[in-house]
């Protein structure tokens, strides 16, 4: 459902293969780097595998850190990609963590309101969803966030691999169905595996027509 061709996935995969490196962690606004070139954002709830894709999409093992604590990034992190820089990546803390105090989560809310809604060079963000659980309430939070912030957003099926052919047609047709509704979001689907790496060229061309 991507429809990049041949040469945007190649460009993709010169970019991606070239400089990336883990700029800065952001806890409040006052710590972003300066907004001088464009961004795209990283959400998905905090077991959603956003770390592990981040890696599989710069081919980078340990560019960002993977966690068995759901919700331990509370931070805006920032990565730089390009020498010298085109764009930055940022991985946005994890969200719908259950065992979180709710000044946590207050604080994150606040954090990620303020960085959507203030942060012009952002051109889109991309929002993962686990593809065996589908579109959650707690994703419908950020969608929301989202579209009042008129942040352009696509999203992003993880975990395609544990699942059946079938079902998963299935998840993505219905994730589609909800999307197509939203007023910032994009229509169409991207469907990945880290582990398989399966749909990371799509991703990755995804990031570059992002930033156009």
């Known amino acids: 459902m991507s429809g990049f061709d041949e040469d945007a996935i190649e460009a993709a995969r010169k970019t991606f293969a070239g400089p990336v490196a883990f700029l800065k962690s952001a806890p409040e606004l006052r710590h972003l780097p300066p907004a001088e070139v464009p961004e795209v954002a990283f959400a998905g709830r905090s077991n959603v595998g956003k770390s592990s894709l981040l890696n599989a999409l710069t081919n980078r093992n340990g560019l960002a850190r993977t966690s068995n604590t759901p919700g331990r990034t509370q931070e805006l992190n920032f990565f730089d990609v390009g020498d010298?820089?085109?764009?930055?990546?940022?991985?946005?803390?994890?969200?719908?963590?259950?065992?979180?105090?709710?000044?946590?989560?207050?604080?994150?809310?606040?954090?990620?309101?303020?960085?959507?809604?203030?942060?012009?060079?952002?051109?889109?963000?991309?929002?993962?969803?686990?593809?065996?659980?589908?579109?959650?309430?707690?994703?419908?939070?950020?969608?929301?966030?989202?579209?009042?912030?008129?942040?352009?957003?696509?999203?992003?099926?993880?975990?395609?691999?544990?699942?059946?052919?079938?079902?998963?047609?299935?998840?993505?047709?219905?994730?589609?169905?909800?999307?197509?509704?939203?007023?910032?979001?994009?229509p169409d689907i991207l469907v990945t595996s880290s582990e398989k790496g399966m749909g990371i060229p799509d991703l990755r061309a995804a990031v570059l027509e992002a930033i156009g």
Request: glycine share 4%.
């Open 84 to 186: 010298p820089l085109a764009f930055r990546l940022v991985d946005m803390p994890g969200y719908g963590f259950a065992k979180a105090p709710k000044d946590i989560v207050r604080k994150w809310r606040y954090l990620v309101n303020d960085f959507l809604r203030g942060r012009d060079v952002l051109k889109r963000a991309l929002v993962l969803i686990d593809a065996r659980h589908g579109i959650k309430d707690v994703d419908r939070e950020i969608f929301d966030m989202l579209d009042a912030a008129a942040v352009s957003y696509r999203t992003v099926l993880t975990k395609a691999d544990k699942i059946k052919a079938s079902e998963l047609a299935e998840v993505t047709e219905r994730t589609a169905d909800e999307v197509r509704k939203r007023p910032a979001a994009h």
